[in-house]
């Protein structure tokens, strides 16, 4: 077969097998990444049928993907935003990284991995997938919740530690001196500085220079802009992801909106294509060796992550409940574990099996614990003569009594980072 035919034979298949994949995903309330991993396993080297034709494409894609997704993350908070959220939630952020990182960093050195793959392996177990997240408070109708704002500061925080993090173990993969390590940290805080200066102080005007009543221009001017940081980035050793983080961060206001509308599509194809790709660069042959400790890991961090989002809540006057609500919800990973996990594989092999079985772990457990934790809390709480705190009573997706107003992050949740569609009959502002 041509090359060219055998390429497009394999894309559509590919393209087409995604789309399907969501699709039952959406059906049965799952969220697709999981599946979209496994779809890579299968086809992939030591899979049932090899992709070689369209591997280069797919690699190419799945660096779009990434980029995508960083800037469609950027685009959902403002500057001002991500300051009040630093100002405020910072101690939980610390908490969230000590608690959360320290496992994973243990397990890579117990392992014998060294400690470049400790700090990535640190990162895996780190931050948590804001796309499952956002599609499960959206299905259990808790997006007025008294403890939403703060799962909402921790993943903010994450996000923003994102842009510190994936520049240091950038520079760290590729072998660099403390000198150049410290270098691409020092440009990287300089950048974030920078546009987050230039986004509360001229920001209008930065995207008064991107606006376009034309919604092609607007998203090839925006498309194109967001590629080219990305690239001048990557030259700089700060991180493609970081560059179009930032980017999404300085555009605002109508602009943000148009072009968040424009590439949500784009986010979701090429981001579904980075699944598949980190899929089919891991061997599945090499997964069940790692089984137990992906799960052991899996374990930990997931109560690991309860107690973050417990004290988070606990710290913003949440009641009992909402604190074992807040704990279970910040429980999945997804996303950001992967991308972590596709950076470091060059580097350090080993970490791609790992990942990928705890990813496909948490992403289903965490739906799980977002739904039950509280619950049984409760029920040891009354076990024990506790009665489960001083909260009135409210079903498993019920809301606390008296919903708090929704933060500009909030209303626009269900699009964040999340690939899966919103169930009939949801809808956001």
Known sequence: MHDTTALLVELGAVILGLG???????????????????????????????????????????EIGVILLLLLLGLEYSASELVTSLKTQYPSGAVDFVLNATPGAVAALILGWGPVSAVALAGVTWISSSGVIAKVMTDLGRLGNRETPVILGVLVMEDLAMAIYLPLLTAMLAGVSLAGGSLALVIALGAVGLVLY??????????RAV????????????????????????????SAAVGAFLVGIALSGEVAEGARKLLTPLRDLFAAVFFVFFGLSTNPADIPPVLLPAALLAIITTFTKIGTGYYAARRAGVGPRGRWRAGGTLVARGEFSIVIAGLAVATEPRIGPIATAYVLILVIVGPLTARWTQPIAAKIEARRGGGGGGDKAVGVSGAEAEPV???????????????TPEPAGEKHE
């Open 405 to 419: 107003a929704k933060s500009a992050p909030e209303r626009r949740l269900g699009s964040h980072d999340d690939l």
């Open 20 to 62: 399907l994949v969501g699709r039952f995903a959406g059906r049965i309330g799952l969220s697709p990444i999981p599946l979209y991993l496994l779809a890579g396993l299968a086809f992939g080297h030591g899979g049932l049928i090899p992709l070689d034709a369209s591997e280069e494409f797919t690699m190419v894609g799945a």
């Open 198 to 207: 230039l986004a509360l102080r001229h920001g209008r005007l930065i995207s």
């Open 211 to 238: 606006s376009s009543d034309n919604p092609e221009m607007l998203l090839l001017v925006v498309l194109g802009l967001t590629v080219l940081v990305a690239g001048v980035a990557q030259q700089l050793q700060v």
